[in-house]
């Protein structure tokens, strides 16, 4: 990279031109320590013109349509005159070769939108970096002028639970068969959603996609009981032949409503953002904990003693975390 004028790219991303916002999100995916000193400062610049976007969850399983889904939907939100930009997160992507999430040749009408902008996801390392990536991106989409931000993830582990912390809506998309689908489904993910979308409501399946999507309200009306602040709407859609579209969207506005009353979507955000400081604290030391030269050499011996039940984990914990404080 060359040398990074911040102040400059800063304006590049304020006036919304797409090879800028690119080039400051590989910047905020650099692993580079002066290029994340320059990140940190291109973010606080931008920090007062961020917050004003939609922020949407979506997830589901490998096949249940997501990419099709996002191009459908950010088409019909750009000729709603919204700017969309789609990210991702994807932390198999590194061990799987390639991101398929996010992934532009899977939706190529909306890449080739101007008002659009896609980014795939963060493509190495563990949860916790490809999420922050992925929501330091976001924030700088926002910045750029993308009044909705979808955020895309695969409906398997723990990625769910880093995207619904970071957005205002989480949209699951199902499919028929949801009585044998519910089961795969951990409980977790159900207590995250807000809106639910069954998806290939079409042709012959139609009858199939409305009777999961009544399995669907009651087993959430089971889970979260009849008097729950925000009952998750359930629907059905084609994101093939384009249907459902406006009543799904119409949910997510719904959802905002019901967001903006008590100041809900401020607390949740805080909330988030507290919990993003521990979350990243809790690494930070984690990783001080592993390059600490004391702590690594005892490492050895202790776990053997641990394993071996000459001591108990508890004092194993006490040694290192007393050679790690003990540091000068
Ligand atoms: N019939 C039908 N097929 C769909 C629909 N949405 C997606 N598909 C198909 O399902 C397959 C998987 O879709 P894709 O968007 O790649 O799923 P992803 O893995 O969740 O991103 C593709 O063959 C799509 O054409 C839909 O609404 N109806
Ligand atoms: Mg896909």
Known sequence: MAPIDVEQLARGVLSGRRRELAKAITLVESTRTDHQDLAQHLLERLLPHTGKALRVGVSGVPGVGK??????LGLYLVGRQQRVAVLAVDPSS?????SILGDKTRMPRLAATPEAFIRPSPAAGAL???ARHTREAMLLCEAAGHSVVLVETVGVGQSEHAVASMVDTFVLLGLAGAGDELQGIKRGILELVDIIAINKADGDNIPRAERAAAEYRSALRLLRGADAPWAPRVLTVSALRETGIDAL???VEEHRCWLEIDGRLEDNRRRQGRS????????GLEAALVGCAPVAEAVPDVERDVVSGRI?????ARRLLRLFLQRD
């Open 276 to 283: 993003w400081l521990w979350s990243l604290v809790r690494e």
């Open 67 to 72: 990419s099709t889904f996002i191009e459908t």
């Open 128 to 130: 916790g970096g490809v």
């Open 312 to 316: 108990t984990p508890t004092e194993g």
């Open 249 to 251: 969207w119409a949910a």
């Open 94 to 98: 590194a061990v799987s070769g390639g």
